[in-house]
């Protein structure tokens, strides 16, 4: 496609339900990256995929947070048994290897009620 | 560990008046830099990018950064500010390898009033 496309746009879910969020990269993109930004805050990296490399996990907060990338191309987030301090959006960004700029998605806003 | 610090959390400013945003920066190597804005209910959008050569680097809009490698720093400068520019303006770092990750700054609240 012509962009980084996220979906869903917006969710709502109760405490306690598993959410996935899916993001598909521009066509040809190796590299792809899923980070959160909080109210008021800056992106936090959350997971990193590069090729068909071991992914980067180290920013996942907990073992409630999961992410799997099928053929080198869509990727899914999940979040298992949500809590409301996961309330954020969640912006997924791909990259083709040999250039480094990143172009990011609109993002899935996630609210925990 | 990367790590990258941006020097203001809110800038406001007049139209016209001169811009100029600190970042610095933590990394053990090589480095890319990077500036992303974030206009109000829009998506993250590359200003512009540093890989190696002149370390003046110049992006859209105007917008322009600076490279001191001895100063770990990549400040964003913009010679005069219009209200469309405000948004929220983000640094970023990467190691020169595909293999690092890019990590942002806090981020810059940048508010122009007419």
């Known amino acids: 496609g012509a962009g980084v496309s996220q979906s869903p746009s917006n969710k709502v879910t109760e405490k306690g339900k598993d959410v996935e969020l899916r993001c598909d990269p521009i066509?040809?993109?190796?590299?792809l990256y899923w980070y959160r930004q909080s109210l008021g805050q800056g992106l936090e990296f959350l997971i990193y995929?590069?090729?068909?490399?071991?992914?980067?996990k180290s920013g996942l907060p907990s073992d409630r947070f999961s992410a799997e990338r099928t053929g080198g191309s869509v990727s899914t987030l999940t979040i298992q048994r949500t809590q409301q301090e996961d309330s954020a959006v969640y912006l997924c960004a791909s990259s083709h290897r040999n250039n480094y700029g990143y172009t990011f998605g609109s993002g899935t806003r996630l609210t925990v009620v | 560990a990367q790590s990258v610090s941006q020097h203001n959390h809110h800038v406001i400013l007049s139209e016209a008046a001169s811009l100029e945003l600190g970042c610095n920066y933590s990394?053990?190597?090589?480095?890319?830099l990077f500036w992303y804005v974030q206009y109000p209910g829009q998506h993250l959008q590359l200003l512009l990018k540093?890989?190696?050569?002149?370390?003046l680097v110049k992006g859209i809009k105007g917008f322009e950064a600076e490279f001191i490698k001895s100063k770990f720093s990549f400040n964003l400068r913009k010679p005069s500010v219009q209200w469309s520019d405000t948004a929220e303006y983000f640094c970023a770092v990467k190691g020169e390898t595909s293999y690092d990750k890019v990590i942002f700054g806090p981020g810059t609240s940048l508010s122009v009033i007419p």
């Open positions: 995929f590069q090729g068909n490399s071991a992914p980067d």
């Open positions: 540093y890989f190696s050569g002149d370390p």
């Open positions: 066509s040809g993109h190796t590299a």
């Open positions: 990394y053990g190597g090589t480095v890319n």
